[in-house]
């Protein structure tokens, strides 16, 4: 089974616009960890932003907020004011507890396409 | 800067020449890993290392292979490339732990003629 789910392949967006990638998970373990993390044309992995199961609130940093709904396994992306540099694919990925050798979980992947 | 350092980053090898890709870390991270990434996919785990204890995929042809002679360095060997091994090389590192992310280096793009 699939554990980590995008739906949208490809997305386009207005310059500073607001856009909201969607993830969700599937894990019975109750300790796990969710990242995004942005690919660029270039090819390098970029971290972005990360929830832990535990954490009460959803995580922030920066342009980039991360709506974590626990129960609907869900950990969606919000890029607010978009820039023409955010043109690029994000992976959400996830991490389960010891047993899984610390592996991440990757999704399929979106494109996202800024326009001016 | 602290930092996940791969070589070369473009790579070009012939049909069945061997080749090896190097990655260094300064972060003194305990967790190396390599990924294989091809064109629009997901990167896919080929192994990783955890200090020196080596976690081989189950699906990693046996034509890949693997050396971590100490923390800061790790190399991927491919023994005998195929036109279906042309892709993404990804290294990256990380804390032991659930909750620590993972860093990559830049990648080393691989083609095979």
């Known amino acids: 089974a699939q554990k980590i789910t995008q739906t949208q392949p490809g997305m386009f967006v207005q310059e500073k616009e607001a856009v909201t990638l969607d993830c969700t998970y599937d894990?019975?373990?109750?300790?796990?960890?969710l990242f995004w993390y942005k690919q660029p044309s270039s090819g390098e992995m970029i971290f972005l932003i990360y929830q832990g199961s535990y954490d009460q609130q959803n995580a922030t940093e920066g342009r980039y907020s991360l709506n974590f709904q626990k129960a609907r396994k869900s950990a969606n992306l919000v890029i607010s004011a978009s820039q023409l540099g955010d043109s690029a694919m994000y992976f959400c990925a996830m991490r389960e507890g010891p047993s899984n050798d610390y592996k991440l979980s990757f999704g399929a992947g979106t494109t996202v396409t800024v326009r001016a | 800067d602290a930092m996940v350092i791969q070589n070369p980053r473009y790579q070009v090898t012939q049909f069945g020449k061997p080749v090896t890709l190097s990655c260094s870390q300064t972060?003194?991270?305990?967790?190396m890993y390599w990924y294989q990434q091809k064109s629009s996919q997901a990167p896919k785990l080929l192994f990783h290392y955890y200090d020196k204890d080596f976690n081989n995929e189950a699906d990693t042809p046996d034509n890949f292979q693997s050396r971590r002679p100490n923390t800061s360095f790790c190399f991927l060997d491919i023994r005998s490339p195929g036109l279906g091994d042309a892709a993404m090389y990804l290294c990256a590192t990380s804390r032991g732990g659930i909750y620590n992310e993972q860093f990559f280096g830049p990648g080393t793009r691989l083609t095979v003629l």
């Open positions: 894990t019975s373990d109750p300790s796990y960890g």
């Open positions: 972060l003194n991270h305990n967790v």
